[in-house]
């Protein structure tokens, strides 16, 4: 689970991170800092382009955008996205509600050691509730468990499966990264129609290709991939396009 925090207070803000690393070393290996900043800008910029599931938002930043404001921006954008926010000022809880941004805690900033049990009780919620997002029947999420490590992906962020050269194990190939974990192609029937397995060895998202070449047997990823088709899946797979399209 990647957390960005948005803290103009750099006590504060020391904190907050203390409080996730310690967390994340002992208790919950998943959870990654990918942004801490001062400035709601950094934090507004980086929202389109990084893969973000968790923001810790202080209320009060001390300029014309608010946390308030910058969650508001987030939920335009992603509506699965957890914040928390933190205040110095208890009466803000109602703000929270009139901005409608269903956040998911809301923590006063009280003595150190209880502002960092606060955060931590908060990142634990957090936690289960992005776990549980990529088991449930309807999920429009991939979940990846490596070790203690578990990640949700996007179904229409991957480009393709593989077997590895590893025993027993499958590299996922998507938009954010590269992963490997233990698995069987066969395990993976239950994906939607875009998906569809052009050779043993691949397993890739039609709408994540580039091109399509039936003459070399062989599918052109967005990410420059090439994957091959085997013969006998030429049709088969000319007839899921087909079925796609209509």
């Known amino acids: 689970m990647r957390v960005a925090i948005c803290e103009d207070d750099p006590f504060h803000q020391q904190l907050i991170v203390e409080a996730i690393q310690n967390y994340a070393l002992f208790q919950a290996p998943s959870i990654d800092i990918v942004l801490c900043t001062q400035q709601p800008a950094d934090l507004l910029s980086q929202i389109d382009t990084t893969a973000i599931d968790c923001y810790i938002l202080d209320i009060e930043l001390g300029g014309a955008v608010n946390g308030l404001d910058i969650a508001k921006t987030i939920r335009e954008q992603d509506p699965l996205a957890h914040i928390i926010f933190m205040t110095s000022y208890a009466n803000y809880l109602q703000l929270t509600f009139t901005y409608k941004v269903a956040a998911l805690d809301f923590i006063v900033k009280d003595t150190p050691a209880q502002m960092q049990h606060n955060v931590v009780e908060a990142l634990q919620a957090a936690l289960t509730k992005y776990t549980q997002l990529g088991t449930t029947a309807s999920t429009k999420w991939f979940q990846v468990k490596m070790g203690e490590k578990v990640k949700n992906i996007a179904l229409e962020d991957i480009y393709y499966f593989e077997t590895s050269s ?73 007839k899921r396009l087909k079925s796609l399209s209509s």
């Open 166 to 238: 590893q025993p027993h194990k499958l590299e996922l190939y998507e938009r954010n990264g590269h992963y490997s974990f233990y698995g069987a192609l066969k395990d993976l029937a239950y994906l939607d129609d875009h998906f569809f397995r052009c050779h043993k060895s691949f397993i890739i998202h039609l709408k994540n290709v580039k091109e399509f070449n039936f003459k070399s047997r062989y599918v052109l990823m967005e990410n420059g991939s090439r994957c091959p088709i085997a013969f006998r899946l030429i049709v088969p797979l000319q």
